[in-house]
């Protein structure tokens, strides 16, 4: 089985990973967790590529990297834990290219849906759970517990963190079209709900439509 999380940064994702691979761990189901961009030693470095660069990428150049890292995290990782029948639990994946490339960077949608099919080997997430959270609330989240001021322009911000407000904004709203079209897959979630009530809302979910 395939679980992946979507959503922009501050919408707590990590957090709701953590508290899913606890229970199902209880559960004595094995699951493996990962990330993208990331999972794997080459992805990695692709990784720090996308996000910690200080210089400007093409929104070409941008789709090429993310697609190569999960090309091989697909194929490395993904695949062979799915047939061995474990639960692979993933932070983003291509539903992320078409939020923030497509609809954040305005990437001609036929063209990312030829090379998503590409990286993924066609894959697609049995569940995909979305934090649904507004761009502004997200930003006061990362620096709830410091004293720099509200900017989509800081310094502490990744590359793409770093994009602004509109572009989030865009990004939001392409997820909840995508959600739209594909309602039997999405399950979209108040990311403001408190951490108990969202992991409550995941198990009961998944509870439902993969009962055990």
């Known amino acids: 089985m395939l679980i992946t ?42 990784r720090a590529i996308l996000l910690e660069s200080k210089g400007e990428i093409s929104p070409i150049g941008e789709l090429l990297l993310f697609s190569a890292s999960r090309a091989e995290l697909v194929q490395e990782v993904i695949m062979p ?28 949608f036929t063209l990312l849906q030829s090379i998503i099919s590409i990286s993924t080997c066609g894959i697609v997430p049995d569940i995909t759970f979305y934090l649904d959270i507004e761009p502004e609330e997200a930003m006061r989240r ?12 800081h310094d502490e911000l990744d590359r793409m963190e770093r994009s602004g407000a509109k572009f989030y904004r865009n990004v939001r709203e392409g997820y909840l079209k995508m959600i739209l079209s594909n309602k ?18 995941i198990i009961e979910t998944l509870n439902e439509r993969f009962p055990s």
């Open 5 to 46: 999380f979507e959503g922009i940064d501050g919408a707590g994702k990590s957090t709701q990973i953590k508290k899913l691979v606890s229970y199902l761990s209880s559960q004595k189901r094995e699951v493996v967790t990962l990330r993208e961009p990331g999972g794997t030693e080459v992805a990695e470095k692709i």
């Open 81 to 108: 834990a799915i047939a061995a029948g474990k639960i692979v639990i993933l932070d983003r994946f291509f539903d992320s290219t078409t939020a923030y490339q497509g609809y954040g960077r305005g990437l001609d």
């Open 142 to 153: 990362k620096f709830s517990k410091t004293s720099i001021p509200l900017s989509f322009e």
């Open 184 to 201: 039997e897959r999405f399950v979209s979630i108040n990311a403001l709900l408190p951490e108990a009530t969202i992991h409550s809302k």
